[in-house]
């Protein structure tokens, strides 16, 4: 039965392959069906979030990428039992700030203020169910709280969190998911020596999303509907264009298992790049293209490696540049629910793994570009 399954599939695949050659997106789209998961090692984790272990706290990682030196980029974890943690790139804690439960975090760069020009932290707090936006000091990683006044989000319960730079206007806004399904999108507004934020639209999806992710350069919000599926939506304010991931419904990929967790973007020089998403009931990570009707190209998971493997991820990013000696081709950083020593367990924190393993994994390997870098977006 499997042998003539395999063959049914061959022939399917061969004919697709005759249908559309000029693309090799097309090709690996028959994975779903043979339900291959790869495995790669973890390489390094951050030091433990700061919480009691077993507590559910750290959540979601943005990395802020240096001006001048990626390698001095640094790595923000939230912890959703108490503010938001910085970590270098080895994973050292280099500043910890309290500031309630905020969840779900990103980063935009080059917001102009009267006398500098200045990249933000962004968040979901839950505690004040506010949208909180801080500024980042470039030598200390230290966040300052920089809004004109507290924001306080319509939804029920703020939960997701990025934000969009627009390439038509070049505005920058900030948009909060909610677990009632709905998503509300802020303009922020530069002014002398602080940012405001004015609520300009709003649009919702059927059940609680979380993950919530731009691509700034295609103009899509990606959202997260945990139970169901990704949901690519048009970006600009407005009359929306939403439609599903069709690989990414749990009920047409049986990769993608409750909850559809944190979601990234990996950036190249070209039109193309990827979409990830956090599959958080089967400790997986799902890869789609960015263009090509996002087809889905396969799926992996986190092993123990030279660090503990991860399991039950929440918030995921990936950086496409050289991060160093130790991720030259770039790093996949993720929140790992168990973090596990050799006899003991720590609280939660942050896995890294080269990209490059993660692009080799597949045939054809991912797209490896060192070099783009998505701070030439915000402009
Ligand atoms: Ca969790
Ligand atoms: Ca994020
Ligand atoms: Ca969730
Ligand atoms: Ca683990
Ligand atoms: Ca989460
Ligand atoms: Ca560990």
């Not at 507290?150 to 319960?157: D, G, L």
């Not at 002014?191 to 919530?212: D, H, Q, R």
């Not at 419904?249 to 990234?264: Q, T």
């Not at 950086?319 to 160093?324: C, M, P």
Request: aromatic share 10%; charged share 25%; glycine share 8%.
């Amino acid at each position: 039965m499997k042998f003539i399954l395999i063959a049914l599939l061959s022939v399917i695949f061969i004919s697709a392959c005759k249908k559309d050659n000029s693309t090799r997106f097309k090709y690996v789209e028959r994975i779903p069906i043979m339900d291959e998961i790869y495995k790669v090692d973890a390489d390094s984790e951050t030091e433990p979030i700061r919480a009691e272990v077993g507590a559910d706290a750290a959540d979601d990682p943005a990395v802020w990428i240096h001006p001048s030196d990626p390698t001095k980029s640094i790595i923000y974890g939230s912890n959703k039992l108490g503010g938001i943690a910085a970590y270098d790139l080895t994973g050292k804690e280099i500043m910890y700030t309290e500031q309630g439960s905020v969840n779900n975090i990103d980063i935009a760069y080059n917001l102009k203020l009267k006398d500098e020009t200045i990249d933000i932290c962004g968040g979901s707090n839950r505690t004040r169910d506010a949208i909180d936006i801080y500024k980042i000091d470039p030598e200390t990683g230290g966040l300052e709280y920089i809004l004109e006044e507290r924001v306080i989000s319509t939804v029920s319960s703020v939960y997701g969190f990025c934000f969009y730079h627009s390439q038509i206007t070049s505005i920058n806004y900030a948009l909060v998911s909610g677990k009632d399904g709905v998503i509300e999108q802020y303009e922020i507004i530069e002014g002398n020596e602080k940012l405001s934020l004015k609520l300009v639209s709003t649009f919702s999806v059927p059940s609680m999303p979380e993950g919530i992710v731009a691509d700034h350069k295609h103009g899509f919000i990606y959202v997260g509907e945990e139970d169901e599926c990704v949901w690519k939506v048009g970006a600009e304010p407005g009359v929306r264009n939403m439609v599903k991931l069709g690989y990414s419904i749990r009920a047409n990929n049986d990769n993608i298992k409750y909850d559809i967790e944190g979601l990234a973007i990996y950036y190249t020089s070209s039109d193309y790049g990827y979409l990830l998403v956090s599959s958080q009931g089967n400790s997986s990570y799902a890869i789609f293209t960015r263009t090509n009707d996002n087809a889905y190209i396969g799926s992996f998971q986190i092993e123990d490696g030279v660090v503990d493997g991860t399991t039950e991820t929440d918030g995921i990013d990936v950086v496409n540049l050289n991060l160093g000696s130790d991720f030259p081709l770039g790093a996949f950083i993720v929140q790992d629910n168990i973090n596990d020593e050799a006899d003991h367990v720590l609280p939660q924190n942050f896995k890294m793994v080269d990209w490059g393993k993660i692009a080799n994994l597949f045939d054809p390997p991912l797209l490896i570009d060192s070099n783009f870098n998505v701070r030439e977006l915000f402009k």
